[in-house]
């Protein structure tokens, strides 16, 4: 069972910058895509971004683009989320999340993943 670990969360004015980062437990990580989802109060979690296991490929929300920025590191088992221009609507609590198969196609979808870390809170106030 891989363990991930979120870190980088905060609170940050509009405009701010913050970059999240997520370490996971398993030497097997450059065989997996990875995605960072959010939920915010009274919400369903929606995708954020997603990386492949390669990062060769990366995918995302629409609200997002332009801002904010995926990234691996496989040789320190780490996928990081760096967020520019932040907006008070991107409060929310930040998962990190693992595909459920090796080598798979890059997915968007909660089901498609399968393991995720605790949540980390992004707070940007107005």
């Known amino acids: 069972q891989v363990q991930l670990v979120e870190s980088g969360g905060g609170l940050v004015q509009a405009g701010g910058s913050l970059r999240l980062s997520c370490t996971a437990s398993?030497?097997?990580?450059?065989?997996?895509?990875m995605g960072w989802f959010r939920q915010a109060p009274g919400k369903e979690r929606e995708v954020v971004a997603g990386?492949?296991?390669?990062?060769?490929?990366?995918d995302y929300a629409d609200s997002v683009k332009g801002r904010f920025t995926i990234s691996r590191d496989n040789a320190k088992t780490t996928v990081s989320l760096q967020m520019n221009s932040l907006k008070p609507e991107d409060t929310a609590i930040y998962y990190c999340?693992?595909?459920?198969?090796?080598?798979?196609?890059?997915?968007?979808?909660?089901?498609?993943?399968?393991?995720w870390g605790q949540g980390t809170q992004v707070t940007v106030s107005s």
């Open positions: 990386i492949s296991w390669d990062g060769g490929a990366r």
């Open positions: 999340a693992r595909d459920k198969e090796r080598w798979g196609r890059l997915g968007r979808l909660e089901v498609d993943f399968g393991s």
């Open positions: 398993a030497r097997t990580f450059n065989n997996y895509n």
